[in-house]
């Protein structure tokens, strides 16, 4: 993440913040901790598989690239300590942390990619424990690097579709902070306002766990991008109103149809954008598609625990006696969205996403 700085007529990028990254000695995951967001900004490292599972389901770590590569380079971190085995005992032992860092979070495709790219180089050409442990260094570290550039390339191909005074609205965080970059649905806002473009962004609070207040408004007030936030319920009328020009969200899975899962929410804010005539746009990188599945009937929903909609400030605001559902996400079918915006370019209906 950045801060705008205006020069000139255009606007530069400065002050750089990773969400994940190495450690400075390369053997612990970085991140910042999103829990503590806004009110406090502090850095985590992770070492042990508990570190690195327990910030991932606990959202300290969050966003569908950002846990990827959160899980990518905690896989490599978690084996630190197992260098001196035997080449078949690390082996058996990348395949258990494997398993256990997929598991924290069902929904996002990128997690499972990342992780199960880093273990697959143990089980290539290598002649010890040491080796392994390398090439899933070298491997997780071109992952980094490669969330970084698709962050770009997103901005770079989705920044047309922001008209100078464009007025974005957007769901959860898929900024910065969901990445290792940019983002992925803020990163056309960032670029088109780098070039000088006005942009402004409207940010629904996203409940319950309030990402795009917490989140979403932070970064972009530290960027120097105007920032209003608005409750969930507000967004359709402020569609009505005249307020909103564009929606673009992010998405945790995407199926071959082009079905996509996002946070929950997100479905509603397609239906009113039809209804109004707003163009509604997804912005994912490739490692968010999911071909394997047809489409979103068949992605797994997180199901996420009663006291994040049963408190609220550590305070009760639904009866002890009443249930609660939780899902995470929800899935938005392929005709409501306009176009998706990858890091391969800008894809329309009927989309046909091949293995």
């Not at 795009?212 to 409750?231: D, F």
Request: with cysteine; charged share 20%; aromatic share 4%.
């Amino acid at each position: 993440m950045f801060r705008l700085h205006h020069t000139a007529g255009t606007f530069t990028a400065v002050n750089p913040i990773q969400a994940v990254r190495w450690a400075p000695d390369c053997h612990a995951v970085r991140i910042i901790d999103q829990t503590a967001l806004p009110e406090r900004f502090i850095e985590r490292d992770l070492r042990s598989l508990d570190d690195v599972c327990t910030a991932i389901s606990s959202m300290a770590v969050r966003g569908a690239p950002a846990i990827g590569i959160a899980g990518a380079l905690g896989l490599v971190a978690s084996l630190g300590a197992y260098g001196d085995q035997t080449l078949d005992q690390l082996r058996a032992r990348v395949a258990v942390h494997a398993r256990r860092i997929v598991s924290t979070r069902p929904t996002a495709a990128n997690l499972a990619w990342a992780v199960n790219a880093v273990a697959a180089e143990a089980g290539g050409p290598v002649a010890s424990a040491a080796d392994a442990l390398q090439a899933m260094r070298d491997k997780a570290g071109a992952l980094l690097a490669d969330d970084i550039a698709m962050c770009r390339r997103i901005g770079e191909l989705g920044e047309p579709l922001l008209a100078d005074g464009a007025r974005v609205l957007t769901h959860c965080n898929a900024g910065a902070l969901a990445t290792t970059g940019i983002g992925t649905a803020l990163a056309p806002v960032y670029v088109a306002a780098e070039h000088g473009r006005r942009v402004s962004v409207l940010a629904c609070e996203t409940r319950p766990l309030l990402q795009g207040a917490r989140l979403t408004a932070w970064e972009l007030s530290r960027a120097g991008v105007p920032v209003r936030v608005i409750t969930d319920g507000a967004a359709a009328g402020a569609m009505r109103d005249g307020r909103v020009d564009l929606v673009i969200v992010g998405a945790d899975r995407i199926a071959a149809n082009g079905d996509v899962a996002n946070k929950i929410g997100t479905y509603a804010l397609a239906l009113a954008s039809r209804h109004h005539g707003i163009p509604f746009y997804v912005a994912a990188p490739t490692s968010t598609f999911d071909v394997t599945i047809a489409n979103g009937a068949a992605i797994p929903i997180e199901q996420r625990g009663r006291d994040e909609v049963a408190r609220v400030a550590g305070r009760a605001i639904v009866p002890n006696d009443v249930p609660v559902d939780n899902p995470a996400f929800d899935v938005t079918p392929a005709e409501l969205v306009t176009a998706i915006v990858s890091d391969r370019g800008i894809h329309h209906p009927p989309y046909r996403f091949d293995p």
